[in-house]
C-alpha cells in the first residue's frame, strides 16, 4: 500500500489502522465504533488519532466522545 502511495505521489497518513472485527461489526449494528464500548475501544482511539491526524480542524476543540449539536433557528 505503502509502495502504490509513493509511486501515485499521494500523502500517506501517520497513524495505521489496524485490520479489527470490530470495524465490521458497527455497521452491521448501525453504530459507530466508538459508540461500541468497552470491547471497541482500541479500535475507537485509532479512529479518533486518524481523523485529528488528517481532519485537525474539525476535531479543534471538540471533546473525543463528539460535538453537542445545536439547531439553528431561521
Same mark, same amino acid.
Given at each position: 500500500?505503502?509502495?502504490?502511495?509513493?509511486?501515485?505521489s499521494l500523502p500517506?497518513?501517520?497513524?495505521?489502522?489496524? +485490520?479489527?472485527?470490530?470495524?465490521?461489526?458497527?455497521?452491521?449494528? @448501525?453504530?459507530? $465504533?466508538?459508540k461500541l464500548g468497552?470491547r471497541?475501544?482500541e479500535a475507537?482511539?485509532?479512529?479518533?488519532?486518524?481523523?485529528?491526524?488528517? +481532519?485537525p480542524q474539525a476535531?479543534?476543540g471538540?471533546?473525543?466522545? @463528539?460535538?453537542k $449539536?445545536q439547531?439553528?433557528?431561521?
Amino acid at each position: 500500500m505503502k509502495d502504490a502511495a509513493e509511486a501515485l505521489s499521494l500523502p500517506m497518513a501517520a497513524t495505521a489502522m489496524t +485490520l479489527r472485527q470490530i470495524y465490521a461489526d458497527a455497521p452491521g449494528q @448501525g453504530n459507530v $465504533v466508538w459508540k461500541l464500548g468497552s470491547r471497541a475501544r482500541e479500535a475507537a482511539h485509532e479512529a479518533d488519532h486518524l481523523f485529528r491526524e488528517i +481532519l485537525p480542524q474539525a476535531v479543534r476543540g471538540h471533546a473525543t466522545k @463528539g460535538p453537542k $449539536v445545536q439547531a439553528i433557528k431561521g
